[in-house]
């Protein structure tokens, strides 16, 4: 029974491809995007509950949500296809551990989708080492175990004229001992002229300076898991990526980031902007850590003519 279920689970043929699109430019939002989704822990713990928020931009008339989890999909090329029911989930998880409560896949309509961890972290454990046994497809990604499952959170968003679905790794510890990430921060955000002074509103077609006040706190340090290349792994710093995008203009960079030791951290924190058309343009800033967690920012800036 243990190598049946999972075999024939990963070896199911699903004849499903990625719907193609016409891409705007990566940063500029004019039609329905999700720029980022956050969950709340960013690593959850059996017992916890973790909120999943989203950062949705750019759409027409009402949107809505859906969103759902999956234990192991089909990956990227097929759609993220789940490759597993919640009965054959459940009765998997029963079989390896008792006092498995499974969290419906189906997590709702609502903006905000809350998870409940109320499964036998050791049950999902012995499960995760199983998986690692099965000859999988190339497309079918198999989790690590060494101390999480890496589930996938899945996000569908509609309005009148799009469809778009967004993807985020869920990671499900194996213990509350594990050591443990926290979302990132970002403080104000402050436009400049060229003699440095800030800015309540924009001018159409003169650049401007943007600094985001990002605390150093948001790259927590962390003892990073063993490899064969790095069996003895020092605490470091996360790495940490700040992704721009606007409704309007344009930004020098379209990312930035931080490595300790290796860039300055005020590299992540400045930027420039101009707008060259329209009354109202929106900034939204996306900050991630290397472990998953994530954080955004909008803003909502006037943009006048020339005096």
């Known amino acids: 029974m243990k190598q049946t279920w999972m075999t024939a689970l990963l070896m199911t043929a699903l004849g499903l491809s990625a719907c193609a699109e016409d891409f705007e430019s990566f940063n500029t939002v004019s039609r329905l995007r999700v720029l980022a989704v956050q969950l709340d822990p960013p690593d959850v713990a059996p017992g916890e509950q973790a909120v999943a928020t989203a950062l949705v931009a750019g759409g027409t008339g009402d949107v809505t949500y859906e969103w759902s989890w999956c234990p192991l999909t089909a990956g990227s090329v097929n759609g993220y296809e789940c ?6 989930f459940a009765t998997a998880l029963a079989f390896a551990g008792t006092g498995a409560s499974l969290p419906a896949f189906d997590l709702g309509t609502d903006p905000q989708a809350l998870f409940d961890y109320q499964m036998d972290g050791a049950a999902l454990q012995a499960l995760c080492a199983l998986a690692l046994q099965q000859q999988a497809p190339a497309f079918v990604a198999l989790p690590s175990c060494d101390d999480r499952f890496v589930a996938t959170l899945m996000l569908t968003v509609r309005d009148d004229e799009d469809e778009v679905t967004a993807v985020k790794e869920l990671p499900l510890l194996f213990s509350a001992d594990t050591g443990r990430n926290g979302n990132p921060s970002i403080g104000a955000v402050t436009f ?4 440095g002074i ?16 990002v605390p150093l706190t948001a ?5 990073p898991a063993a490899t064969n290349e790095v069996p003895d792994p020092v605490e ?8 721009w995008f606007v409704t309007a203009g344009e930004l020098a960079f379209t990312r930035t980031g931080y490595i300790d030791g290796e860039t300055a951290f005020e590299d992540i924190q400045d930027n420039s902007w101009k707008v060259d058309d329209g009354d109202e343009a929106t900034l ?7 472990r998953g967690g994530v954080v955004w920012k909008q803003i909502d800036v006037q943009v006048e003519g020339r005096p």
């Open 83 to 88: 490759l597993v029911t919640q009965e054959e």
């Open 192 to 195: 400049f002229n060229e003699a």
């Open 198 to 213: 800030a800015l309540e509103e924009i001018t159409r077609s003169e650049r401007v300076d943007v600094f985001a006040d």
């Open 219 to 223: 790259s927590e340090s962390f003892i």
């Open 236 to 243: 470091t710093r996360e790495i940490l990526f700040m992704t």
């Open 284 to 290: 939204y800033l996306v900050l991630q850590d290397e």
